[in-house]
């Protein structure tokens, strides 16, 4: 697959003032919005909701600190409220590569295009149910007091 990046705004949701647009990679292998932590500031003050442990394409484990809320918008989809990440990242030619992950793609209502190496508008959410019997709830009380 080629690299597919794309330009997204990322803001304070507490003070839009505060914020950074960026060019950002694709990765449908990361689960979050993932920045370097040198960026941090830039969004001022975030809750740090919990730190998690990430694993590399390289299969290295690095730390990832959580915080938000902040508003996320890919260029040409909707803005999300959300989480990023930030762990501690190496500029290749003084350039950081920050990472798209599926949740925001997936929150932003972007699909990958892997043939056209670009990002599609999904015109339906995923409502995923699963199978379970109904019982009236009569009954289910009638079974709850033999059991």
Aim: glycine share 8%; net charge negative.
């Amino acid at each position: 697959m080629g690299r597919i990046i794309a330009s997204v705004k990322i803001e304070n949701a507490a003070d839009v003032s505060k914020g950074l647009r960026c060019d950002a990679l694709v990765d449908t292998g990361a689960s979050h919005m993932v920045l370097p932590t040198a960026w941090k500031e830039r969004l001022g003050s975030l809750e740090s909701t919990r730190t998690i442990e990430m694993e590399t394409a390289t299969q290295e484990t690095i730390n990832g600190e959580v915080c938000g809320p902040v508003r996320i918008q890919i260029e040409g989809f909707p803005t999300i409220f959300s989480e990023v990440s930030f762990v501690e990242m190496k500029p290749d030619d003084g350039e950081y590569e920050p990472l798209i992950g599926y949740i925001v793609l997936e929150q932003s209502q972007a699909g990958v295009d892997v043939l056209g190496h670009r990002l599609v508008r999904i015109k339906h959410m995923d409502l995923k149910l699963v199978s379970v019997p109904l019982v009236p709830r009569a009954r289910r009380q009638e079974l709850q007091l033999r059991g």
